[in-house]
């Protein structure tokens, strides 16, 4: 067990990291789609809602592709290092909390975005108050990027090579250590992953379900 918390240390730093990474790039796309008007906008969203069932292996293929030696950013010597596997994560990340919060602008958009006009607020400028109205979906899709980020394994296995002591996360780890037999660290990793899971659908649902809503719910059954 001498490698259980470093594991699960360098999980959550590689998983926050690209979740927050994915989340600046996710809500700049997202602003972009909500209250933008330009040719291939449509195209656009139908492009990143196609992408939320990105193969996490194929991405990982090719960004082993580009970032090994003979790739155009083999330079950086990314490979086979924790920032390959931030960088693989925010690859996966980026669709999802781009179009939840493509929706979750959107709505509010074109629901005071001519109020907004009128009162002289340019697009550019309604986009504090947008986020403001729609913190709570914002939030939900930090989350949800999270929960993908957090659970990725193929993509990651393919850029990190789970090299022992450097670039080993949970979801690897269990992999290697049950096809060793080693059940005891596997189940352990998996318990904190299933626990971490659970903790992030569990908020995310919070956010989403009014206080009470539940239990109203229940008693209308």
Request: aromatic share 4%; net charge positive.
């Amino acid at each position: 067990m001498a490698g259980f918390l470093p594991i699960v240390g360098l999980s959550l730093v590689v998983s926050l990291s690209a979740t927050a990474i994915a989340s600046l790039l996710g809500f700049a796309l997202a602003s972009v789609l909500a209250l933008g008007r330009f040719r291939g906008r449509a195209a656009l969203i139908v492009l990143v809602n196609a992408l939320l069932g990105l193969p996490p292996v194929a991405v990982g293929l090719l960004l082993y592709l580009i970032l090994s030696h003979a790739g155009p950013l083999g330079g950086l010597g990314l490979l086979f290092t924790p920032g390959a596997m931030i960088l693989a994560q925010t690859v996966l990340a980026v669709p999802i909390i781009a179009a939840l919060g493509h929706r979750a602008l959107a709505e509010p958009w074109l629901r005071y975005g001519r109020a907004l006009r009128s009162c002289g607020v340019g697009r550019m400028r309604s986009l504090p108050a947008l986020f403001a109205m729609s913190r709570v979906a914002l939030l939900t899709a930090v989350l949800a990027g999270f929960g993908r980020t957090i659970s990725e394994v193929g993509a990651i296995l393919v850029v990190g090579g789970n090299i022992a002591g450097y670039t080993r996360t949970m979801t690897t780890a269990i992999a290697l250590e049950t096809s060793k037999g080693n059940l005891g660290l596997a189940l352990s990793l998996g318990g904190v992953l299933i626990g971490i899971s659970v903790a992030v659908s569990t908020a995310a649902l919070a956010l989403t379900v009014p206080p009470g809503g539940l239990g109203r719910e229940n008693q209308a059954g």
